[in-house]
Each structure stands twice: as C-alpha cells, then as structure tokens.
C-alpha cells in the first residue's frame, strides 16, 4: 500500500543537469505561455488526456471488470435498457447502476440513449464477440491483487497470487490436478482463436507435412491448422492433465485420422519425431531462460534437416517499447515468476545459440495478440 504520511510531493524542478528542452516544459512561464498558443494549446490538452487516461487506468480496468461480472453486456443484447431495469438483476441499488453505466458509457462500451436507457456499442458488442476476452477480464482480478502495492512487488516481496494459478508451468509432477488444468485449458483456448487467426496470417504452412505443437493444450491451434491446410498431418505434445480435451476436440474439428496426441512434459521427455514443422505457440514467455535453451536445443534434436521452427506469442518492442507487450505483458509474465516476455531479437538470439538457421522475425498484425519468429535447422 503507498504510504500516505510521506510528505506531498511537490512540482518538479529543473537541476543543473537537466536537459535544456525538458527545462523549458517544466517552467511555469512556458506552460503559461502554451495554454494560450492555439496550436501549443492543443499538445498541451492532447499531453494532458494521456497522461490522465494512465492515472485512471486501474479504475477504467475496475469499471469494466463490473460490467462483465454483472453480465451487463449480455443484459443490453436484448436492447437499450434503463439503471433502474438493470439494477434487480445486478443487485446493486438504482443509483449505483446508473453510475456503473455511465461510466461504462465513458469508455465508449455503452452509449447512453436521449430517454436515459444504456445500450451497446460498437465497441461494447465487438468486446463479446472476441473469444476468450470476457473470460481473461474475469480472471484479471488475481493481476490485479497481486499489483495491489506496486513497488513492494518489483521489489520481490509479495507472493504473487498468479503464480499459483499456472501450476503447469512448474513441471508435470506439479500439473496433475485436473481443475487447474481445466481452468487453464479453458482460458487458454478461448483466447487461442485470435492467436491462431494471426499466426496463419503471417506464417506460410504450405511447405509442412506433419506439425508438432509443443505445449498445446486441448489442440484450439492444431485445430485452425488442420482446418485451414487438410493435407498436413497433425501432432500434439502436452502435459497428460492438459490434454485431456484434445481427444474431444480435435475429433469435433473433423480431424479424426490426422492427428496423434503424445502425453509429456518437455521438461523431462524428449521430443516426438517425425514432424517438419514444430510449432511453440505461447509457450516461451512462461518459462525462464533456462528452460526456454533446454526445450529450443530439444526441437533441433528432433527436427529433421529442413525442419521448421515456428514460435507465435506477444513479444516485447525491444529497443522500440511496445505500449501492450511491455506493459500488460511483461507484468503479467513477472506475475507468474516463470517466465519473461521477450523481445523478437532476444529470441532470434536463443535460437542461433541452439543451432538454428534462417531466422526471420514476422510483426504481428496486433502485437498484443502475438508476433512470429521461424528459424531452420541445417
């Protein structure tokens, strides 16, 4: 918690060593000077709306969690409807509703109608239709816990919450029970059909026979594939707790025939062989350096000449920071203390040092969805 007898902290000031510009922005006559220069009054309400956007963040974040916990999107599907309609259902009194709405109709969500009834954006409507979004929502109240005090959690003394919630991550003896595997099978699938969308955007498979997805849960991304290219031949490695709905799944997709699940943990299993491509869809950033070199050194062992490395996740802007990847997801991944997000140019290196070849980064078209990096063997 921020400690509140701290004394106020003051305007900053410009010292000897600041630089000339910055002086200039932080003097009191300039700024006077630009609230009354049309064209500097604009960078200035513009600078201004920005900065006050970050402070409301959390609330922003807050008000949205509201909304989809009293599944007040599903509610307005039916059409425009009013605080006090809305109230009964949510359980909160009318005057509480009416300011969840209007906050909601800050945030472009909602739109407020001339008669005072709530219906949905096109952003709101847009913000159902993602799959695995309202559930990513809910589960951000575990973040949200663990970086309830800031500071103490960069400075490595708090226990993150999160961290609990991955026990995969930790090793196969530790991912056995069936719940949590549920829990991330269920949250990581949903939001897998974005992923999947984007990696096939950027990633030609024309070239692939047999696909190995390493760590792919109950098969959302081999199912795309097998989908999108019927003539590749389809594998799936991943913990036996995880991939206890890829049978299911992957015979739903109409793959029966094209596809074999090999139970195992990468961490203490060798690789299946056999596949051409192999393809890590968000699985790097979990894991810590360490691991990441173990399980790239074991995809060239089992890649055969020519073989493909495929890896799709969000990744950090590098030397150019990226305004979701390094700030969602790089809290995110400390939160879980395994792993990392990692720049494109990180992960070109970890692949040389294991061996690859051809390495080519491929931007995503959202970064917050995720971005490619491929690599062959020799």
């Known amino acids: 918690m921020a400690d509140l007898t701290k004394p106020v902290v003051r305007a900053a000031t410009a010292g000897p060593g600041t630089p000339w510009l910055t002086r200039?922005?932080?003097?009191?006559?300039?700024?006077?000077?630009?609230?009354?220069?049309?064209?500097?009054?604009?960078?200035?309400?513009?600078?201004?709306?920005?900065?006050?956007?970050?402070?409301?963040?959390?609330?922003?974040?807050?008000?949205?969690?509201?909304?989809?916990?009293?599944?007040?999107?599903?509610?307005?599907?039916?059409?425009?409807?009013?605080?006090?309609?809305?109230?009964?259902?949510?359980?909160?009194?009318?005057?509480?509703?009416?300011?969840?709405?209007?906050?909601?109709?800050?945030?472009?969500?909602?739109?407020?109608?001339?008669?005072?009834?709530?219906?949905?954006?096109?952003?709101?409507?847009?913000?159902?239709?993602?799959?695995?979004?309202?559930?990513?929502?809910?589960?951000?109240?575990?973040?949200?816990?663990?970086?309830?005090?800031?500071?103490?959690?960069?400075?490595?003394?708090?226990?993150?919450?999160?961290?609990?919630f991955w026990p995969y991550v930790f090793g196969a003896a530790q991912a056995t029970d069936p719940a949590a595997a549920a829990a991330y099978s269920r949250l990581m699938t949903d939001s897998q059909v974005l992923v999947a969308q984007d990696t096939l955007a950027l990633f030609d498979f024309g070239g692939t026979r047999r696909l190995l997805d390493v760590g792919g849960g109950t098969g959302a991304f081999l199912a795309a594939v097998g989908a999108a290219h019927p003539r590749v031949m389809l594998d799936l490695f991943d913990l036996p707790a995880v991939m206890v709905g890829a049978q299911a799944r992957l015979g739903q997709a109409g793959l029966t025939g094209r596809f074999t699940l090999h139970p195992g943990s990468f961490r203490d299993d060798p690789?299946?062989?056999?596949?051409?491509?192999?393809?890590?869809?968000?699985?790097?950033?979990?894991?810590?350096?360490?691991?990441?070199?173990?399980?790239?050194?074991?995809?060239?062992?089992?890649?055969?000449?020519?073989?493909?490395?495929?890896?799709?996740?969000?990744?950090?802007?590098?030397?150019?920071?990226?305004?979701?990847?390094d700030v969602y997801f790089a809290l995110y991944t400390a939160a879980m203390q395994t792993g990392r997000t990692r720049s494109a140019e990180s992960i070109a290196k970890m692949l040389s040092n294991a061996g690859f070849t051809s390495i080519q980064t491929l931007p995503g078209l959202r970064s917050y969805i995720t971005s490619v990096v491929t690599a062959l063997r020799n």
């Open 271 to 325: 690789l299946p062989t056999g596949a051409d491509t192999i393809s890590l869809v968000r699985v790097l950033y979990d894991h810590a350096d360490a691991t990441v070199a173990a399980l790239l050194a074991s995809v060239h062992s089992a890649l055969p000449p020519g073989g493909r490395i495929l890896i799709s996740e969000p990744m950090s802007g590098g030397s150019k920071p990226d305004p979701a990847t």
């Open 24 to 164: 200039v922005i932080l003097s009191p006559r300039f700024q006077a000077i630009a609230a009354r220069t049309p064209l500097l009054r604009r960078i200035v309400r513009t600078e201004g709306a920005a900065i006050f956007d970050i402070v409301q963040g959390f609330v922003a974040s807050q008000v949205l969690m509201a909304l989809v916990e009293l599944d007040v999107f599903e509610s307005l599907l039916a059409g425009p409807q009013s605080a006090g309609a809305l109230a009964p259902k949510a359980g909160l009194t009318e005057d509480r509703m009416q300011i969840l709405l209007q906050a909601g109709a800050g945030l472009r969500l909602l739109s407020r109608r001339r008669d005072g009834r709530f219906a949905l954006t096109l952003r709101g409507t847009a913000f159902l239709g993602v799959p695995g979004l309202p559930v990513m929502v809910r589960h951000h109240s575990v973040l949200y816990r663990d970086l309830a005090d800031p500071v103490a959690f960069l400075r490595g003394q708090t226990t993150p919450e999160l961290a609990q």
